[in-house]
């Protein structure tokens, strides 16, 4: 003969029932206190450096960019780059935060014809040097963007950078 679940919580005495409920509710406090504890633990480690800038993003109002000079400024800080150029598909800069924009809007469209278009055929490329890494890319037919940085640079974050530039130039030009 099999017995169901019914059937078995009705031969349950009073006190199996009383330990079963006060088991569940003592599992469940505990897991939650140490649940608790270990999100308040990694919140104390955290670095203060990355504190401070994830309150700084959470309390200020996010600023549309004006012109061109502050669309680079804060792709560069949104996207911790080290700098931003963004220039013509014949080599004359738009808007940089670098110190020789002219020198990255020149080689930006070459690097782009000569090893992104001939080589990879590709309207992206990333180079890795020795302290930073190159990324150019095609955002429209007429900009390319030249970012710089000291970490790895993806496809998805080139991706992210041409929508904003585009979605800049739909609303503001």
Known sequence: MQFTFVQYLAQLTVFEVIAIVLGILLGYYITRIVVG???????KYMPAKNT??????????IKEPEDFNE???SIRDK???????????DGFPIASTSDKPEDESAIAPEILRK???????SKEVILLG???KLGVFE????????????????FIEIDKI????????????
């Open 79 to 89: 996207f911790m780059l080290l700098d931003v150029t963004l220039a013509t598909s």
């Open 130 to 132: 020795k302290d930073y």
């Open 115 to 121: 090893i992104g278009k001939n080589i990879f055929n």
């Open 139 to 154: 955002i429209n037919p007429d900009v390319i963007g030249f970012i710089k940085a000291s970490r790895d640079i993806h």
């Open 162 to 173: 041409k929508n904003e530039v585009n979605r800049f130039l739909e609303v503001k030009v």
């Open 37 to 43: 504890r270990r999100s308040v633990e990694m919140v």
């Open 71 to 73: 669309l680079v400024k």
């Open 52 to 61: 401070v800038r994830e309150e700084v993003i959470k309390h200020s109002p």
